[in-house]
Structure formats: C-alpha cells, structure tokens
C-alpha cells in the first residue's frame, strides 16, 4: 500500500508561480509511474501530467503545456509539480497519484493509489 501525501498549494494571483510536492511512503517509489490530476468544483477530475519511473519521459495535457513542469526526485519518494503562469482556470484541488506500470497514462482508472489532494487558488 502506497500512501501519498501532497503539499504546496495555497492562494495566489494570476501569473504567479507554485510548486506542489507529493510524497510517497513506499520506499520502492522508483518502481511507481506517477501522475498529476485535478479537480476543480463541479467538473470531473482531469490529467495534468505523468511522469516515468526513471523521469526519463513525460506527458502533459494540452492545458498546462509550456506552464507546468513534473519532475521528481527517487532519493526523496518526491514528485513534483512546477506551476507557472498561473490563471483563474487552474484553481482546483490538486491530486498526485501512483501506477505500478511503466506506461504513462492520462485516466484516472489507471492508477492504483491517490493522495488526499492539495488546493490551489488562483485569484484574478
């Protein structure tokens, strides 16, 4: 059982930068392909990006290319989130998840654990 923990959000203005960080109890977390959501009120969660168990590759939703940056580091059980530009639109809660595969993929069914998810306001 992998258990994720994210922090880092918080309220900011547009144009402002964040960088989330989601930590993983599992000391295999190099095994695990890792994956970026949120979830903003009333709308279903949606893929923001996913990263391989080496950070070798990476995807992103069209969204959040050229703002957003996932990275992570195995010697920390750490995945990142690096959000710049911000706008108003990115304000939802957001979630790190886990895939015991090595393929990236952007549904939500394709990952086997979750965090509890971080808030990120974005005021205009």
């Known amino acids: 059982q992998v258990q994720l923990v994210e922090s880092g959000g918080g309220l900011v203005q547009a144009g402002d930068s964040l960088r989330l960080s989601c930590t993983a109890s599992e000391r295999t977390f190099s095994r695990y392909t890792m994956g970026w959501f949120r979830q903003a009120p009333g709308k279903q969660r949606e893929f923001v990006a996913a990263?391989?168990?080496?950070?070798?590759?990476?995807i992103y939703a069209d969204s959040v290319k050229g703002r957003f940056t996932i990275s992570r580091d195995n010697t920390k059980n750490t995945v990142y989130l690096q959000m710049n530009s911000l706008k108003p639109e990115d304000t939802a809660v957001y979630y790190c998840?886990?895939?015991?595969?090595?393929?990236?993929?952007?549904?939500?069914?394709?990952?086997?654990?979750w965090g509890q998810g971080t808030q990120v306001t974005v005021s205009s």
């Open positions: 998840a886990a895939r015991a595969d090595l393929r990236l993929v952007t549904v939500t069914t394709g990952y086997n654990y």
């Open positions: 990263i391989s168990r080496s950070g070798g590759n990476t």
